[in-house]
């Protein structure tokens, strides 16, 4: 039924079981994974108040978010890889990320978005307005979301 599944990762022990079971789910489906990152773009007031004490911060700040994204991703393919899954990676940038999972989802012709209940805002990001609600309000392409049972690993 799936054949392309686009997997939403920011490498936050939550997304980290629903990449864990994304695989596994694709493998039983003979699906193909494209696992992403979304690394929001700050705005230039976001960066302004930190900018003018440290010239240097915007670049520091991209290398650090850069480093994440490679880790959130590498681990992606590796899980992949290690069920005989086929996975590609893609690095998106935006300033929404439920709107780059969105319009990844459509541009890359997947099948079913399969991401996590909650990432890296933790608890908050299960009210009204979470990044996983917004995919699932705004996306034309069917939503599974992954909320692991208590104490799963």
Same mark, same amino acid.
């Given at each position: #039924?799936?054949?392309?599944?686009?997997? $939403?990762?920011?490498? *936050?022990?939550? *997304?980290?079981?629903?990449?864990?079971? @994304?695989?596994?789910?694709?493998?039983? @489906?003979?699906?193909?994974?494209? =696992?992403?990152?979304?690394?929001?773009?700050?705005?230039?007031?976001?960066?302004?108040?930190?900018?003018?004490?440290?010239?240097?911060?915007?670049?520091?700040?991209?290398?650090?978010?850069?480093?994440?994204?490679?880790?959130?991703?590498?681990? @992606?393919?590796?899980?992949?890889?290690?069920? %005989?899954?086929?996975?590609?990676?893609? +690095?998106? #940038?935006?300033?929404?990320?439920?709107?780059?999972?969105?319009?990844?989802?459509?541009? =890359?012709?997947?099948?079913?978005?399969?991401?996590?209940?909650?990432? @890296?805002?933790?608890?908050? =990001?299960? +009210? +009204?307005?979470?990044?996983? +609600?917004?995919?699932?309000?705004? *996306? *034309?392409?069917?939503?599974?979301?992954?909320?692991?049972?208590? %104490? =799963? $690993?």
């Amino acid at each position: #039924m799936y054949k392309h599944i686009l997997l $939403p990762t920011d490498g *936050s022990a939550l *997304s980290r079981k629903a990449v864990r079971s @994304a695989v596994l789910f694709a493998k039983e @489906a003979g699906a193909r994974i494209t =696992a992403i990152h979304v690394l929001a773009t700050p705005g230039a007031d976001e960066l302004e108040a930190w900018t003018h004490h440290d010239p240097d911060f915007a670049d520091r700040r991209a290398r650090l978010f850069q480093k994440f994204a490679d880790a959130a991703l590498q681990f @992606a393919s590796d899980s992949a890889a290690a069920q %005989g899954v086929p996975c590609s990676v893609r +690095l998106v #940038m935006g300033e929404e990320p439920w709107r780059a999972i969105v319009d990844t989802a459509q541009a =890359a012709q997947c099948d079913l978005v399969f991401l996590a209940a909650h990432g @890296a805002r933790g608890g908050s =990001a299960q +009210l +009204l307005g979470s990044e996983a +609600l917004k995919v699932l309000v705004h *996306s *034309s392409v069917p939503v599974l979301v992954h909320k692991p049972a208590a %104490g =799963a $690993p």
